[in-house]
């Protein structure tokens, strides 16, 4: 697919920071986070009371606005614990394109949603001269838009961005002053005396990509297959992530009792209080799972609801508040920040949930997006859970080097309950 590019400038933000505000901090998880970025895409269909010439000025005074709002996304990498918040800017590049939004929808594949992302900067690290925030706006000749927002991982987790791209989308719909900028993570999690680790290794291997979607009725399938075998509530989370872990090690030919699952869990719903669900930073930690004999997907979803009872009970309690343990947090930033033996060896699957986080409410103005998705990972055995644009399903990117995959994508157990790379119809 051919893309012009229109534009490319640095965006400021609308207000100057505050002096005292001029050094961010960042939290201990954020410390050892590597500078990757992140990439999201949105659609959105076109609307005959929003022409593509006024869109744009808009976009990018409502972006001016909210950066105000979120400085540190303007500013550069002080160090490895902090940003000088000294107002540089965000990139935005703003480009055209002459097919129309259908003929990606109908077909996407990684040849046509790749260009629409910027400089091709997904899960890429930064480099020097690199912005913390990278945006590119993209036009059809239909009149849709593609917008892709690619964020360092230093400094945003998934909830993050969510936060981001829906305050953006607020205050370009409505033409509102930005709210104060939200709690930062360091306010919960600071590093204080905790011993400085370097940032993590992001290991890059040689992988395709699939999409799964997982519709509503098949999901419901899976849950009452596992609620047969006496589970309470499984969520739909839980019943993909532990088909898809049973499929990836069976297509690995590995054996569960040395192949963990590795699954990322969201800390503001877990401490006690609750964190508020707009701080900003890296607030998560991984909880592994173990599966020491044949893989029954009831069986692993049971524990997943035991692991996550006693990481609320241990790393939710220990890493902050009242109960922060400086030693324990040093252990486990330690471990974290070394590559264990299964990495290595492609005996661990990592999954990444991003279901529920509200990337479907985007609305600047002219409607919500008709899909939501991101890029393909280059980590091999990974995996990243999304809400389908029905509310109901699940899509999922499943990341595996290639002759893995072969076997993967044709497995009749994965094929009963999940459809490969679906159009996405009517829209």
């Given amino acids: ?29 954020d410390n050892i986070v590597f500078r990757n970025y992140v990439p999201l895409l949105f659609f959105y269909s076109p609307n005959p009371n929003h022409d593509q010439a006024s869109i744009i000025p808009t976009l990018k005074k409502s972006l001016s606005q ?3 709002r979120y400085y540190p996304l303007a500013g550069t990498f002080k160090d490895q ?6 107002d540089q ?17 109908r ?31 993209n036009s059809f000749a239909c009149g849709g838009i593609a917008i892709s927002v690619c964020m360092s991982h230093k400094v945003a987790d998934a909830a993050t961005l969510s936060n981001f791209i829906n305050d953006w989308a607020t205050l370009n719909r409505q033409q509102q002053p930005p709210p104060p900028f939200p709690v930062p993570a360091a306010s919960f999690f600071p590093q204080e005396n905790l011993p400085l680790f370097p940032e993590a290794a ?23 297959l596992v609620s047969s075998y006496k589970v309470d509530n499984p969520t739909r989370v839980e019943v993909v992530s532990a088909l898809i872990y049973a499929r990836v090690v069976a297509a690995l030919g590995l054996s569960p009792s040395t192949t963990s699952f590795r699954t990322a869990v969201n800390l503001r719903r877990r401490t006690v209080p609750p964190l508020p669900e707009n701080s900003v930073g890296n607030l998560v930690w991984f909880l592994f799972v173990f599966q020491p004999r044949e893989i029954k997907v009831h069986e692993l979803v049971v524990r997943m609801k035991e692991g996550l009872r006693e990481f609320c009970g241990t790393f939710a309690r220990k890493f902050g508040g009242e109960g922060r343990d400086s030693r324990f947090i040093s252990e486990c930033l ?16 990592c999954c990444a949930s991003w279901s529920g986080f509200p990337m479907y409410e985007a609305d600047f103005g002219w409607g919500k997006p008709v899909w939501f998705t991101t890029s ?23 990341n595996m080097e290639e002759k893995d995959m072969a076997r993967f994508e044709r497995d009749d157990e994965l094929l009963r309950y999940a459809s490969i790379n679906p159009t996405l119809g009517e829209w």
């Fill in 107 to 137: 077909n996407p594949t990684e040849a046509s949603l790749n260009p629409l992302f910027p400089d091709g900067l997904q899960w890429k690290p930064m480099n020097a001269s690199s912005t913390i925030l990278v945006i590119q706006i």
């Fill in 1 to 29: 697919m051919e893309m012009k590019l229109v534009s490319r400038e640095t965006m400021k933000p609308s207000t100057p920071t505050l002096p005292h505000l001029r050094t961010y901090p960042l939290s201990f998880i």
């Fill in 334 to 349: 330690k471990q974290a920040t070394s590559v264990p033996e299964a990495e290595e060896s492609g005996g661990l699957v």
């Fill in 89 to 105: 800017g965000a990139s935005l590049l703003v480009t055209n394109s002459t097919c129309n939004l259908s003929s990606i929808l």
């Fill in 66 to 68: 909210v950066l105000s």
């Fill in 81 to 86: 614990i902090s940003i000088d918040c000294n």
């Fill in 202 to 224: 992001f290991v890059e291997n040689d992988t395709v990509c699939r999409r799964l979607v997982f519709e509503a009725c098949k999901i419901d399938s899976l849950k009452a």
């Fill in 376 to 398: 393909g990972c280059p980590v091999r055995n990974s995996v990243v859970l999304m809400d389908a644009r029905d509310g109901g399903g699940v899509e999922a990117l499943v």
